[in-house]
């Protein structure tokens, strides 16, 4: 039988107390996010971030927003500068905000207006172990994940690294909130499959919404 999501309804998945899976929530949009992603890494093109302790994140980012999150041998941080250009950050399109905010009101989170969107893109093989979102200035405000093109096994644990993990399928339009008592829940990407999506090829994006400062 088809699920609700290949139906094109929406369905509502809890991972843990206070993080919930949306799917299919940003599907309708996501050509359009799509596009902003491509304006974005014009103008602030993706790089592979090295780590403090000095390795190359498989992942490759960039970011939009007043503030963006970035890395180095010195730490993890949040700075109004893109390092690379040492131009500001390109502005968050409003569709990127409008869904943000949607969805997380949806997921149980009223009123969240994101200053920061870290835009990952993975390629095969590209992985995130499992981490906090812990350099945010406060943390009442939940983190909102949109996943975009080929699918990857998420991983979501508790509050200590050892913690046994739920693992969750992100397909392309899935989005994931995350706030109160989970909002500083372990969480990671396995190795991503190779496959074909017919918008973005073998490559997954994913679109992280936090309000960090
Ligand atoms: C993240 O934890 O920043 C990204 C999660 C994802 O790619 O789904
Ligand atoms: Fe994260």
Redesign the pocket.
Known sequence: MPSQAHLGLPTLGVLAEGAVLLRGFALEQSEELLLGIAAVCEYAPFRHLVTPGGLRMS?AMTNCGAVGWVSDREGYRYAALDPDSRLPWPAMPPTFTALATQAAARAGFPGFVPDCC?V?R?EPGAR?TL?Q?RNERGYTAPVV?V?LGVP?V?QFGGLRRTDPTTRAD?EHGDV?AWGGPARMNF???LPLREAEHPETGNLRY?L?FRLAR
Do not use: E, I, K, Q
Request: zero cysteines.
């Open positions: 992942v870290l990952n993975y995130l981490h979102d994940s996943s990857a998420f992100l994931v969480h990671g990407v994913n992280t």
